[in-house]
């Protein structure tokens, strides 16, 4: 490439942009200039590249298809507004031809990197971001455009020097029913949607990360997929690369290298119809089983699964029926029937006998559900029960009737452990439920019991634990409708509900095909329902029909704590007094369950997604699926074959020995004090110059004195802040999270240390993983997620 001779912030009709000169943001950060494959210097192309990153980072080419063949390449603007290339030999190149009359058109590339052709008369006339290459900037859009009838898609470059167009293209499917569509030569690759309300369906990873923010848009204009940075210091691009990988990455400083952070087809099960129709894929290796009700369809050889799977039982059409699934990557081409409710769908779905299956789904982010069907073979499907799909597939009779009789004796076995359960920790809710479960099979009307277990027949307050009838739980919440929903945890959705009396209620779903949920159902039952605390959640009760399991919460107004200090624009809701007050609650309530309670119980999940916040933002703990109880005081240490909790969260000697006592709360305390000062997630945590996460990040500035440089920028103006409040509770926050849980302090101590500003604090040792430490046993795995170990025996 040549040198550079001279730069300019715009380009008018009087000035020719020749190869060696470049147009530059007002920012500094983008430059737009020729350039061209280093072994072919008689090659040019205008381009978009990133002004002061090397090696050379193009992120949009103008002329593709048609270099420049010389190395007197200009870039012209016409008083009409018309931009073109011209070579030695005048031939012209054509990327622009206003259909407006220009009034003083300028050219200019924006600090998003948006090249713009633009006039006071008519704002933009063309901008390089209607056109994207291999490469999609923050802003930028892909999809349908309505007004001109062109679908924006993402093609990759040929190879690593030559920008003309590969083989691998990325978009939005048909606007009818939108999905995320990877094709090599116009032939499907991978696939991810229809957009289901909340994500494409089978795209978790793209939902979690700290660096940026996915958005759907569907409007007048079109259908469009584009994605916005959370943090504008920090680089990010999403490329379609010459090998056919969809990936998001960002820019490291220190290492002068793009890092990928979210690669969407990075698993066996992303390639498109890995298991043939009716198949489902496992993600994680290429694992095919089969629905149930079908079997491995052998006509392709042993071990084929081209041929996917076959019915056990043909269809009668007349005499069919359908099974919920969950927790599912919906299948490709479906067909949106709309303007029929949730039961038209079901019935008009039956009457059609090449309806194979149908759901309900804000395919046009909307906030209003639509019927959705498939009319032949269910193909490319993945299992996903941490935020996959329900889907209700057709099944013939006689399956029906085997799939009836089976749940029958596995309900029957659920409500046998329950029984026991409760009997063995609380004999007066375990009678409850079983009478709970015996009348709501007998189709009473209401059955809603109070803790003496006679019906309530008034709706006066009760705060005791209650048994709630099904058609209370359902029609409080709509049917649970998508507008009810406010949630979506590991166990199963969270929706909103609303009692005759006018008493709001959260209900959390537990999932039917979760041996966790119904674990986490019992252990909340018969737990929570014992403690009283104004900074942990309340249980009203439960409710259990057939194979639902529910729980029912108050409602607090404001959701969990994560939606806010993880947010750019409500974290600045929370000044510096209320953090520090959340901090204080949630230490009093961790003071309760782990001495006060008369149980010495240990939370074990313990993050900001389960602090929740009432209307005047005081912090409850919620969620204790995964809590235990811990024996006498000398015995303060147990320990556990399968580790359940949250990356990042998680204490060391929990990860990656199973042991857990009441320190892992504080270890947990500690990053989550951490992570409320600084708006910062711990895991998932980024910085341009190094890869430690927030404990490690935290951990460098207090040795080197700066530790005052994590604070959230959204506290800098904050007239009532306190530095000696705030390293103070970066220094308790370290304390808390330190590697050897010995030198941990009992809550009751943190709260004399936070309270108590005469307390000479103790300097703290070396946090629990921190990269290159010996307590770093551990990689990166997710970001914020619910995981489970199985730790091999020792």
């Not at 057939?546 to 947010?567: A, C, G, Q, T, V």
């Not at 809590?627 to 929990?654: C, D, F, W």
Request: proline share 4%; hydrophobic share 35%.
């Amino acid at each position: 490439m040549h040198s550079r001779t001279s730069t300019f912030y715009t380009l008018t009709p009087f000035q020719r942009l020749k190869d060696g000169q470049t147009l530059v943001s007002g920012n500094q950060g983008f430059e737009v200039g020729f350039f061209g494959p280093p072994d072919q210097t008689n090659i040019r192309y205008l381009g978009i590249w990133y002004k002061d990153i090397t090696p050379l980072t193009v992120v949009w080419v103008a002329n593709r298809t048609k270099p420049v063949k010389n190395l007197d390449a200009t870039l012209m603007l016409d008083f009409n507004g018309g931009l073109a290339i011209q070579d030695r030999t005048h031939n012209l190149v054509l990327l622009s031809m206003p259909s407006k009359n220009a009034c003083e058109p300028v050219l200019q590339i924006l600090n998003s990197g948006n090249l713009v052709v633009r006039d006071d008369c008519n704002g933009y006339l063309w901008e390089s971001f209607d056109y994207p290459s291999d490469t999609l900037l923050p802003g930028m859009k892909i999809g349908w455009d309505y007004k001109t009838g062109r679908n924006r898609v993402m093609t990759s470059w040929k190879n690593f020097d030559d920008p003309k167009s590969g083989d691998f293209s990325f978009g939005l499917d048909t606007p009818r029913l939108p999905q995320l569509v990877l094709e090599r030569s116009s032939v499907r690759e991978s696939r991810w949607g229809p957009w289901d309300g909340a994500r494409f369906s089978g795209t978790n990873a793209l939902w979690i990360n700290p660096v940026f923010q996915p958005v759907f848009l569907t409007n007048s204009d079109g259908v469009h997929f584009t994605y916005n940075a959370l943090n504008k210091s920090v680089l990010v691009r999403l490329v379609v690369t010459q090998f056919g990988k969809v990936q998001f990455l960002t820019w490291k400083n220190y290492s002068e290298e793009w890092v990928p952070i979210v690669t969407l087809n990075k698993d066996s099960c992303d390639a498109y119809g890995s298991c043939g129709p009716y198949g489902i894929c496992y993600i994680g290796e290429l694992n095919c089983q089969c629905l149930k009700g079908f079997t491995v369809n052998l006509s392709g050889g042993w071990m084929d699964w081209t041929a996917g799977c076959k019915r056990n039982f043909e269809l009668e059409c007349d005499r069919d029926g359908f099974v919920e699934f969950k927790g599912l990557k919906l299948p490709d081409n479906g067909t949106v029937w709309e303007n029929l409710g949730y039961s038209e769908c079901e019935k008009n779905c039956l009457q059609e006998c090449s309806c194979m299956a149908y759901t309900y789904l804000d395919v046009y982010a909307n906030g209003t559900s639509t019927c959705v069907v498939w009319l032949n073979e269910l193909f490319d499907m993945q299992s996903f029960p941490h935020g996959g799909d329900d889907l209700n597939i057709r099944m013939a009779r006689p399956e029906l009737e085997s799939i009836a009789s089976a749940e029958l004796e596995k309900d029957q076995n659920l409500v046998s452990i329950i029984i026991s359960s409760a009997a063995a920790g609380m004999a007066l809710l375990g009678f409850l439920i079983a009478r709970c479960v015996f009348t709501v099979r007998q189709g009473p009307e209401n059955c809603e019991l109070n803790s003496s277990g006679r019906s309530n027949g008034s709706q006066e307050e009760n705060q005791e634990f209650r048994l709630y009838n099904i058609r209370v739980i359902s029609a409080a919440t709509n049917n649970f409708s998508n507008a009810n929903k406010i949630g979506q945890g590991g166990f199963g959705p969270v929706y909103k509900g609303e009692l005759p009396a006018g008493k709001e209620i959260a209900v959390k779903r537990l999932s039917r095909n979760s041996r966790q949920g119904h674990e986490q159902f019992e252990n909340e039952s018969s737990l929570i329902a014992r403690l009283q605390h104004r900074n942990l959640v309340k249980l009203f009760g439960c409710c259990v029909h057939e194979d639902e399991r529910m729980l029912i919460y108050e409602y607090l107004l404001n959701k969990s704590l994560d939606k806010f200090i993880f947010d750019e624009s409500r974290k600045r809701l929370l000044s510096w007094a209320k953090r520090l007050d959340i901090i204080l609650g949630v230490a009093k309530g961790l003071v309760y369950l782990h001495d006060d309670s008369g149980l010495r119980i240990v939370h074990r999940d313990l993050k900001a997604g389960n602090i929740l916040l009432d209307g005047e933002m005081n912090p409850k703990i919620s969620d204790f699926g995964l809590a235990k109880i811990l024996g006498e005081e000398n015995q303060p240490q147990e320990e556990t074959m399968r580790v359940h909790g949250t990356h990042g969260y998680m204490s060391p000697e929990y990860t990656m020995h199973g042991q857990f006592s009441t320190k892992s709360d504080v270890f947990s305390f500690g990053v989550l004090v951490l992570e409320i000062l600084s708006g910062q997630k711990n895991w998932g945590f980024h910085h341009p110059d190094h890869d430690l996460n927030l404990l490690g990040h935290v951990w460098n500035l207090w040795r080197e004195g700066k530790e005052l440089e994590i604070l959230d920028s959204a506290l800098e103006f904050e007239d009532s802040l306190s530095e000696t409040q705030v390293l103070r509770c970066i220094n308790v926050g370290l304390l808390c999270a330190q590697n050897d849980s010995e030198f941990r302090p009992a809550m009751s101590t943190v709260i004399c240390m936070l309270q108590n500003e005469s307390i000479v604090l103790l300097e703290p040792k070396e946090p629990g993983f921190y990269p290159g430490s010996a307590s770093a046993g551990i990689g990166p795995v997710s970001v914020n997620e619910l995981t489970c170990t199985t730790l091999s025996a020792r």
